[in-house]
């Protein structure tokens, strides 16, 4: 009997431990990411660079139930400083393994996966290549769709972004509806004197000037 209490003791040490480090971990990383983030807001990419490559370091150390989370949001936000940074080869493969991480994690279907498709059609579409963006926009709209419901402010976002690629490539007629869907969107769930709003009359008039209304 004394020999099982003190293995259970051993166990329970040992759990407890496993625990402090994983509270430990967290406790490093948040603060990192928090900081890249902030400093990505301001302008100072090399810096978040830095910041923000540590924070994954830290990520891809952690062992405990959140360890694919924190890798992902930290290669998401790598790549984001990268992509402001003009520095797209860089951005690419971090995007393209946070998507494959969330997709193993969470599947397919996963609001996180759409996030992740939204981010890397973004960054084709900066560099102008359409035809890689469309699919990987057109796959997070059904996600958000089909999740979140067709009225929530998340899948104005990527009508909006779909529409932007639309009109971009002069396919101003099958723009128009998305602009208009994602108007009506953001006109019901956030109110009409939301900034969000004005973003999208604003792409809306855009496109009637480009189309010579």
């Known amino acids: 009997m004394k020999r099982t209490t003190t293995m259970l003791l051993v166990l329970l040490y040992l759990v407890f431990c496993a625990g402090l480090t994983v509270a430990a971990q967290e406790i490093q990383w948040k603060p990192l990411n928090d900081e890249a983030l902030s400093l990505y807001h301001k302008g100072l990419y090399d810096r978040a660079v830095v910041v923000a490559t540590n924070a994954l370091q830290i990520a891809e150390q952690e062992t405990g139930s959140n360890h694919l989370y924190y890798v992902a949001d930290s290669l998401n936000n790598l790549a984001l400083v990268y992509k402001a940074q003009g520095q797209y080869a860089a951005a690419e493969p971090l995007y393209k393994r946070a998507l494959a991480i ?95 709003v004005a973003q999208s009359l604003n792409n809306l008039a855009a496109l009637y000037y480009y189309e010579g209304q």
């Open 102 to 196: 969330d997709e193993k994690a969470v599947g397919p279907d996963h609001p996180a996966v759409a996030t992740d498709l939204n981010n890397l059609a973004v960054l084709y579409y900066s560099q102008g290549q359409y035809a890689a963006a469309e699919p990987l926009l057109r796959r997070a709209l059904a996600i958000r769709d089909k999740v979140l419901g067709p009225d929530h402010p998340d899948v104005a976002a990527n009508v909006n972004n779909l529409a932007a690629l639309y009109k971009a490539q002069g396919q101003y007629a099958a723009a128009e509806p998305l602009y208009k869907r994602a108007l009506a969107i953001r006109e019901k769930a956030l109110g009409q004197d939301h900034p969000y």
